[in-house]
């Protein structure tokens, strides 16, 4: 990194001044070993151990010197200065404790950042090889989840958190309640189910669009005509080609009965 700053220093970078990328992927070689321990039988202490204690006792050897020169510097310079306060002096000690303590803050400063790096590496990476198996089993979990699901159901999981403001096209637009409607009937039709169940789907469309969509799709001569629909509506025009009819009124089956227009005109004329 150092070589490739000072070369910044002087000049532009190009592709060329950058490093290649290693033939030999360490991180994927890790993760081969982690995967091959059985998490559920052993500690996780004795895997991080097995697979990091050779670095962390590397990194606490490369401490040791800067301890000492931590803890010798205030005792050289306390020497130096008894030295120099005394009367009887010796000017080859005062000269050792001098050059003592210059040592000792080379060293420091030397095998300071060093000790960082090589600290902040190993619990790096100690921290990172846990979260790696967990995050890549959560994963393989949901993929198999997704697997198992319908079309239908993996729309939903994918955007049932997200409420309102569905993003759809090309830049992404917050959908109107007609939209909404529009697509979550389109992922229902996906479903190859014997029964529909659709709860007032054309309320929320215009005239228009709701007359193509019975015709096209829950008419009997459409999409879904080989399959039970039970369709909830106030709109009596779609009433005229149903099975059966059931009047609803305050939560309870009013009326149960075949066709009747006469029937449905009486009754849509009381509720209103």
């Known amino acids: 990194m150092k070589p490739t700053l000072y070369v910044g220093y002087k000049r532009q970078l190009t592709v060329n001044d950058l490093d290649d990328i290693p033939h030999v992927d360490k991180e994927l070689i ?65 000269y050792v404790y001098a050059i003592l303590l210059f040592v000792s803050i080379i060293l420091q400063a030397l095998t300071h950042r060093q000790n960082i790096f090589r600290a902040a590496r190993v619990a790096i990476r100690i921290l990172n090889a846990p979260t790696m198996i967990i995050y890549t089993h959560a994963l393989s979990l949901k993929l198999a989840s997704l697997a198992e699901m319908d079309p239908d159901q993996v729309m939903n999981f994918g955007f049932e958190s997200i409420g309102d403001f569905i993003m759809i096209g090309e830049n992404g637009i917050i959908l109107s ?15 190859n189910v014997a029964i529909y169940l659709l709860d007032d789907p ?46 609803l009124s305050h939560g309870h089956i009013d009326k149960q009965s075949c066709l009747n227009e006469n029937n449905i005109r009486e009754k849509l004329c009381k509720q209103s």
């Open 30 to 94: 890790l993760f081969d070993r982690l995967s091959s321990y059985d998490w559920s039988s052993t500690t996780t202490l004795n895997i991080v151990w097995k697979e990091f204690g050779k670095d962390y006792i590397f990194a606490s050897l490369f401490l040791i010197p800067y301890f000492i020169t931590c803890i010798a510097q205030p005792l050289l310079f306390r020497q130096t200065l008894l030295n120099v306060m005394n009367e009887y002096r010796s000017h080859t000690i005062s």
């Open 177 to 191: 309640s007609g939209q909404k409607a529009r697509v979550s009937f389109a992922c229902t039709l996906h479903a």
């Open 202 to 247: 054309l309320s929320v469309v215009d005239h228009r669009v709701a007359q193509q969509i019975y015709e096209r799709c829950i008419g009997p001569c459409e999409l879904l005509k080989n399959k039970t629909r039970l369709l909830t509506t106030h709109q009596a025009q779609f009433l005229s080609e149903s099975n059966q009819i059931i009047f």
